[in-house]
């Protein structure tokens, strides 16, 4: 059984930071790309960043510059820190594990985390 547990979610003051975490843990083989998605109050859920197996990034327009992602292969782990916060952070944050292999010859699937809340207000 995979799952995925993020942490590190909370309330900030704007221009703040948070680090959110994002840990898979069970039977694991390989996963292809990690990511951050977020789903804003009455909106739909967008992709914030992603990050290769070989540790390539990509970020959507609105967080770049501001928003970091990385990943530890060893611990199956994906971080985000995120800084200068705005109120249009505000959102649940959501882990995704792209093509998670649970042995060399099976079938990639993609699992998500349960969302961690950020909020940013002052």
């Known amino acids: 059984q995979v799952q995925l547990v993020e942490s590190g979610g909370g309330l900030v003051q704007p221009g703040g930071s948070l680090r959110l975490s994002c840990a898979a843990s069970g039977r694991i083989f390989s996963i292809n790309a990690m990511g951050w998605y977020r789903q804003p109050p009455g909106k739909e859920r967008e992709l914030v960043a992603s990050?290769?197996?070989?540790?390539?990034?990509n970020y959507a327009d609105s967080v770049k510059g501001r928003f970091t992602i990385s990943r530890d292969n060893a611990k199956n782990t994906v971080y985000l820190q995120m800084n200068s916060l705005k109120p249009e952070d505000t959102a649940v944050y959501y882990c995704?594990?792209?093509?998670?292999?649970?042995?060399?010859?099976?079938?990639?699937?993609?699992?998500w985390g349960q969302g961690t809340q950020v909020n940013v207000s002052s």
């Open positions: 990050i290769t197996s070989g540790s390539s990034p």
């Open positions: 995704n594990a792209g093509g998670l292999r649970i042995r060399s010859w099976s079938v990639g699937y993609d699992y």
